[in-house]
């Protein structure tokens, strides 16, 4: 342990309903054990919480990512962490692994809900002193940390998304590319861990479920192609990358992404679209979420 290490002994880690599995194993990573807790319906649909652990004067990390029903449990990370905070918490530590929300950051047409500002602003309120996300989506913001008024941490699953690929899939010629300006950031990550070059394609958004991207000169040609994105909800970008890369000649399109959402029937749609194999991480569980982000989590968490 350094000594600037956060005494992680200290820490009590709670998981909500969209982090149960993922609380586990950060504990597991850290040494330590989940906190009890009790999280149902009362029978008019209302959410009940109770702590069933003693978390007086303790650091308590809540463990709660915000997908597929995003409202109901950013609602329930309200109730736990003003409990915990009742029941005399030292410090709540938020890890909200997948950020809903995040891509509502703008008024993009008169009258919208700038819904990520409304959100920081809850979180903050509710007493969460410090934050961990991972690969929250910010293309408009250079820094989470730009958002809150609280510490942050924004984790990138780039690395361990690749190192998944580099030890399970044998790449020929490889090639990694993003496919919009935004997912340089993780091409480019992945490009040096594999050791390839990389590029990204351009996106216009059309609507929530449609995209538009233009197709461009790749070298692509005969080579396998990694596609790495941040997030996969619909599958419209996905998708629509992965047919150019094909009609450019792609030997073989493996994608990759943090946040496997899978709206709908996004799957089945990008295996239609050629892709060979897609993987995503535990932010969101999926029955593609071959990688876990715990260890990135239990490390952050332990250098505080
Ligand atoms: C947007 O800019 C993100 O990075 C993703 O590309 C996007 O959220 C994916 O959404 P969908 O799968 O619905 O195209």
Same mark, same amino acid.
């Given at each position: 342990?350094?000594?600037?290490?956060?005494?992680?002994?200290?820490?009590? %880690? %709670?998981?909500?309903?969209?982090?149960?599995?993922?609380?586990?194993?950060?504990?597991? /990573?850290?040494?330590?054990?989940?906190?009890?807790?009790? &999280?149902?319906?009362?029978?008019?649909?209302?959410?009940?919480?109770?702590? $069933?652990? @003693?978390?007086?004067?303790?650091? #308590?990390?809540? !463990?709660?990512? !915000?997908?597929?029903?995003? @409202?109901?449990?950013?609602?329930?990370?309200?109730?736990?962490? /003003?409990?915990?905070?009742?029941?005399?918490?030292?410090? #709540? &530590?938020?890890?909200l692994?997948?950020f809903?929300?995040a891509?509502?950051?703008?008024?993009? $047409?008169?009258?919208?809900?700038?819904?990520?500002?409304?959100?920081?602003?809850?979180?903050?309120?509710?007493?969460?002193?410090?934050?961990?996300s991972v690969d929250m989506h910010q293309?408009?913001?250079?820094?989470a =940390?730009?958002?809150?008024?609280?510490?942050v941490?924004n984790?990138?699953?780039?690395? +361990?998304? *690749?190192?998944?690929?580099? =030890?399970?899939?044998?790449?020929?010629?490889?090639?990694?590319?993003?496919?919009?300006?935004?997912?340089?950031?993780?091409?480019?990550?992945?490009?040096?861990?594999?050791?390839?070059?990389?590029?990204?394609?351009?996106?216009?958004?059309?609507?929530?479920?449609?995209?538009?991207?233009?197709?461009?000169? +790749?070298?692509?040609? @005969?080579?396998?192609?990694?596609? &790495?994105?941040?997030? !996969?909800?619909?599958?419209? *970008?996905?998708?629509?990358?992965?047919?150019?890369?094909?009609?450019?000649?792609?030997?073989?399109? !493996?994608?990759?992404?943090?946040?496997? &959402?899978?709206?709908?029937?996004?799957?089945?749609?990008?295996?239609?679209?050629?892709?060979? %194999?897609?993987?995503?991480?535990?932010?969101?569980?999926?029955?593609?979420?071959?990688?876990?982000?715990?260890?990135? %989590?239990?490390?952050?968490?332990?250098?505080?």
């Amino acid at each position: 342990m350094k000594a600037e290490d956060r005494p992680v002994s200290e820490l009590k %880690i %709670i998981g909500g309903s969209g982090g149960r599995a993922l609380a586990t194993l950060v504990a597991r /990573d850290l040494g330590l054990r989940v906190s009890q807790t009790e &999280i149902k319906r009362f029978p008019d649909g209302e959410k009940y919480i109770r702590i $069933n652990e @003693d978390v007086a004067d303790q650091d #308590v990390v809540i !463990i709660q990512s !915000i997908h597929h029903e995003p @409202d109901e449990l950013l609602f329930e990370y309200f109730l736990i962490c /003003d409990t915990v905070k009742d029941l005399g918490a030292k410090r #709540v &530590i938020a890890v909200l692994p997948y950020f809903a929300y995040a891509r509502q950051d703008s008024r993009f $047409n008169p009258g919208e809900a700038v819904s990520l500002r409304t959100v920081t602003k809850l979180i903050e309120d509710v007493g969460t002193a410090e934050l961990y996300s991972v690969d929250m989506h910010q293309h408009r913001v250079e820094r989470a =940390s730009d958002l809150f008024r609280i510490p942050v941490h924004n984790l990138t699953a780039a690395p +361990l998304l *690749t190192q998944y690929v580099k =030890s399970n899939i044998l790449l020929e010629k490889p090639v990694v590319v993003g496919p919009d300006e935004e997912s340089e950031q993780w091409a480019s990550v992945a490009a040096r861990a594999i050791g390839a070059d990389h590029d990204v394609l351009e996106k216009k958004r059309l609507g929530a479920d449609k995209v538009e991207i233009t197709p461009r000169s +790749l070298a692509v040609r @005969d080579r396998d192609v990694l596609l &790495i994105d941040d997030i !996969i909800s619909t599958g419209g *970008t996905i998708i629509e990358a992965t047919k150019i890369l094909k009609n450019h000649g792609a030997r073989r399109v !493996i994608v990759a992404c943090t946040h496997p &959402i899978l709206a709908q029937d996004a799957l089945a749609k990008i295996y239609e679209a050629g892709a060979e %194999i897609v993987i995503g991480t535990d932010t969101v569980p999926s029955p593609i979420s071959y990688v876990s982000v715990s260890p990135l %989590i239990a490390d952050a968490i332990r250098r505080g």
